[in-house]
């Protein structure tokens, strides 16, 4: 993008009302082009899969909870299909581990609904640039959420339901055993296992096991 074009972008937003804002205000700042809204981040996944490359926007201003796909996701999964796009976060939360998840997806910036026009046009002029730009309370719920992590490890983003599964697995069970002991169906122990390998970076059950009975995680004796 030279400095003479505008830079494209993409609003996702599951407000009607809050896209219909950024999109009118956005439209007012001669460097920008809102080319492209959409609804949730499956639906704007959808939308850069199906343009070329030239239709795509540069920046994308992402909300952070939206059913269907959530922005985290969202993010993961657009900068691994379209690395060369800034995604922008746009949030009413200001969660440590959100900041945390946020940032660790690829987006280049944190961003508050609270922030004035002028402070949210500062941080997407700054994401073209490939330059984060975070008010302080987000920095340093960044910096408290990462301190946890270092503390937690790699139990850090699993969900209360998805640890008992981890601690049933290491305990030798199957996901029929699992899915008795919680009652919850084996197509749902199915798929927590597989957030399980997905979020530990892991290959099968049986490194899942392993990282249990390391990290001290389960009752030995």
Known sequence: MSGMDKCKLMIVDDHDMVRAGLRTYLMLEPKFDVIAEASNGLEALRMLRNSAPEERPHLILMDL????MDGVEATRMIMKEFPELKIVMLTSFLEDEKVVAAVEAGAVSYVLKTVSAEELIYALSGAV??????TADVSQALTRGL??????GADEGLTEREREVLLLIAEGQSNKEIAEELHISIKTVKTHVSNLLMKCELEDRTQLAVLAHRKGWVKTG
Do not use: A, I, L, N
């Open 65 to 68: 909870m939206m059913p269907e």
């Open 129 to 134: 640039k490939g330059m984060p730009v975070m």
């Open 147 to 152: 301190r946890q992590r270092t503390t937690q």
